[in-house]
T-cell receptor, first 110, second 111 residues
Framework: GIQVEQSPPDLILQEGANSTLRCNFS?????LQWFHQNPWGQLINLFY???GTKQNGRLSATTVATERYSLLYISSSQTTDSGVYFC????????????FGKGTKLTVNP | DTGVSQDPRHKITKRGQNVTFRCDPI?????LYWYRQTLGQGPEFLTY????????KSRLLSDRFSAERPKGSFSTLEIQRTEQGDSAMYLC?????????FGQGTRLTVV
């Protein structure tokens, strides 16, 4: 099945810094999503982005489907951005399940 | 629309006992998923329903696990004869073709 790899596994920033999180996937996808898992375990939807670029406030994401990667950009980071960021994908023409990467743990220090 | 709802939020059980979790999806969503997440890992797929039909089950879903979605509405996940290795966060999600939305999860601790 599809493999989803995220990098870096851990990231520590000072408040106000910018960051880029990467997600590589091993197969063509028709669904790619980014989630933020808060300290209570809730997975919060950030982007549904199988291709192209989207922006939502300080966050933006780009997926280059032909090269099988997606990037999540966080600008002017805040302490509330801390948590684990997951990328998840559904492969084309196969199972309908979302396959998750192992996540990037982001810590933003004041 | 209050999102995906899971009950209970926390469950502590003794090894060998049976437990049942409930998930209420977003009302218009026809797809419902169960995932399991252990510390430091991403969520792992367990099973998936489209309406009331269970269309896919992971090899992780041993014969001690059973899931149902009667009438294509809420779903239950039962674990029989719990083992310490079953301790995890159990996440339910629902979708309607594109975005998948997750509930807050049920944290199971087997002692």
């Amino acid at each position: 099945g599809i493999q989803v790899e995220q990098s870096p596994p851990d990231l520590i920033l000072q408040e106000g810094a910018n960051s880029t999180l990467r997600c590589n996937f091993s197969d063509s996808v028709n669904n790619l999503q980014w989630f933020h898992q808060n300290p209570w375990g809730q997975l919060i939807n950030l982007f549904y982005i199988p291709s192209g670029t989207k922006q939502n406030g300080r966050l933006s994401a780009t997926t280059v489907a032909t090269e099988r990667y997606s990037l999540l950009y966080i600008s002017s980071s805040q302490t509330t951005d801390s948590g684990v960021y997951f990328c998840a994908a559904i492969t084309q023409g196969g199972s309908e399940k979302l396959v998750f990467g192992k996540g990037t743990k982001l810590t933003v220090n004041p | 629309d209050t999102g995906v709802s899971q009950d209970p939020r926390h469950k502590i059980t003794k090894r060998g006992q049976n437990v049942t979790f409930r998930c209420d999806p977003i009302s218009e969503h026809n797809r419902l998923y169960w995932y399991r997440q252990t510390l430091g890992q991403g969520p792992e797929f367990l099973t998936y329903f489209q309406n009331e039909a269970q269309l896919e089950k992971s090899r992780l879903l041993s014969d001690r696990f059973s899931a149902e979605r009667p009438k294509g509405s809420f779903s239950t996940l039962e674990i029989q004869r719990t083992e310490q290795g079953d301790s995890a966060m159990y996440l339910c999600a629902s979708s309607f073709y594109d975005q998948t939305f997750f509930g807050q999860g049920t944290r199971l601790t087997v002692v």
